[in-house]
């Protein structure tokens, strides 16, 4: 469900992956590309949000192994 987000919104959806501080910079980045660009930039920040999210689920099933 995330990675369908990303491919809308990538800032919300980083946040949803646990980076308030990444989402925050991705989105104040974002806006201005998306407006300038066209939305030529768009891709690199979806790449962004899904490795950001492979990331996460990632550092979850560490944990998991390790408990």
């Known amino acids: 469900m995330n990675y ?3 491919l809308l919104l990538p800032p919300l959806s980083i946040l ?3 980076r ?3 989402a925050l910079v991705v989105f104040l980045i ?3 590309a998306i407006l300038v660009s ?3 930039t768009h891709p690199m920040f979806v ?3 899904w490795l950001l999210i492979l990331q996460a689920g ?3 099933r560490a944990r998991r192994g390790r408990d």
């Open 47 to 49: 790449l962004l949000a």
């Open 16 to 18: 949803i992956a646990g």
């Open 4 to 6: 369908v987000l990303a």
């Open 38 to 40: 066209g939305g030529l």
């Open 58 to 60: 990632e550092e979850r």
């Open 30 to 32: 974002w806006v201005p």
């Open 20 to 22: 308030p501080v990444v």
